[in-house]
């Protein structure tokens, strides 16, 4: 009988450290309220700056500068390609070439990154008066659609006129100024800048489902087109530019490990007064 008492009082501990350890869990704020893991968002970083010399960029959690996504030796025209990040405030760096890490930025800026956007990050303007603007990326077309957007990035002519075919897609756009994406029929058109005693063109074939981005640039003898592809086809991650030398990711953050330790810690507890009660005499 005082075996069976025993095994009794023992089943009943038992049902109550998981009672127990079900109400810490639910109790807990880091169960109760943990969400679901967000997708990711993703930046790129462009150099459209034609005065400023070649740049380090640095680019880190808002606060966290120990471990920053770097991209060395970034000129005048240069666009990154996208990189997944989570969701958060970043801040970029902007340092001459070579210069340390542990130097004064030349130029910083901070902006929030929502789950599923895409962003452009641009250096614009002279040097001095170097500044920078955030583009929003769209990734989506219409159906059977291809859109285009400009971005004016030359100081030799701050007014021009882009056309795509026979569609206008700026009209005296100033520099430093995108404009929002026009939905164009995919295939091959040639792309027109006019300016001032200045006119370039350049053919450029688009896909049904493709985002793209026409930087005017300046050149040594005048205006240049740069045609970068945000996004191909219906893929939801952004294509962009060539690879420029970014490295790793932006940490993800660890899962929070309290709510176990107070699983635990409640655990041991009963069960030290359960083998207690166990040993009194019946």
């Known amino acids: 009988m005082r075996l069976l008492r025993r095994l009794a009082r023992l089943a009943m501990i038992t049902t109550m450290l998981g009672?127990?350890?079900?109400?810490?869990?639910?109790?807990?704020?880091?169960?109760?309220?943990?969400?679901?893991?967000?997708?990711?968002?993703?930046?790129?970083?462009?150099?459209?700056?034609?005065?400023?010399?070649?740049?380090?960029?640095?680019?880190?959690?808002?606060?966290?500068?120990?471990?920053?996504?770097?991209?060395?030796?970034?000129?005048?025209?240069?666009?990154?390609?996208?990189?997944?990040?989570?969701?958060?405030?970043?801040?970029?760096?902007?340092?001459?070439?070579?210069?340390?890490?542990?130097?004064?930025?030349?130029?910083?800026?901070?902006?929030?990154?929502?789950?599923?956007?895409?962003?452009?990050?641009?250096?614009?303007?002279?040097?001095?008066?170097?500044?920078?603007?955030?583009?929003?990326?769209?990734?989506?077309?219409?159906?059977?659609?291809?859109?285009?957007?400009?971005l004016q990035a030359s100081l030799k002519q701050h007014l021009v006129t882009v056309r795509y075919g026979p569609d206008v897609l700026a009209r005296q756009l100033g520099f430093g100024s995108a404009t929002s994406y026009t939905a164009v029929s995919p295939g091959a058109q040639v792309v027109r800048f006019t300016a001032p005693g200045e006119h370039t063109a350049m053919p450029v074939t688009v896909a049904a489902g493709s985002v793209h981005t026409i930087v005017v640039l300046d050149d040594s003898s005048g205006l240049k087109i740069d045609a970068v592809t945000d996004a191909a086809g219906s893929q939801i991650m952004p294509k962009g530019a060539a690879a420029a030398g970014f490295g790793g990711t932006a940490p993800h953050p660890p899962a929070n490990p309290a709510p176990w330790l107070v699983i635990i810690a409640a655990g041991a507890l009963l069960t030290a007064a359960g083998l207690a009660r166990l040993r009194r005499p019946a």
């Open 19 to 150: 009672s127990t350890a079900a109400l810490v869990v639910a109790a807990s704020p880091a169960a109760s309220a943990a969400p679901a893991a967000g997708p990711d968002g993703w930046i790129r970083i462009a150099h459209l700056s034609p005065e400023a010399p070649a740049m380090d960029m640095y680019l880190y959690p808002f606060g966290n500068p120990g471990q920053p996504i770097v991209l060395k030796d970034v000129s005048y025209g240069a666009v990154s390609a996208y990189m997944a990040v989570s969701p958060g405030q970043y801040t970029v760096a902007m340092r001459g070439f070579g210069a340390p890490a542990s130097s004064k930025p030349a130029l910083t800026t901070s902006f929030m990154v929502t789950g599923g956007a895409a962003y452009t990050l641009v250096a614009l303007g002279p040097d001095p008066g170097l500044r920078t603007e955030v583009l929003k990326d769209q990734m989506t077309t219409p159906a059977g659609k291809a859109v285009i957007r400009v």
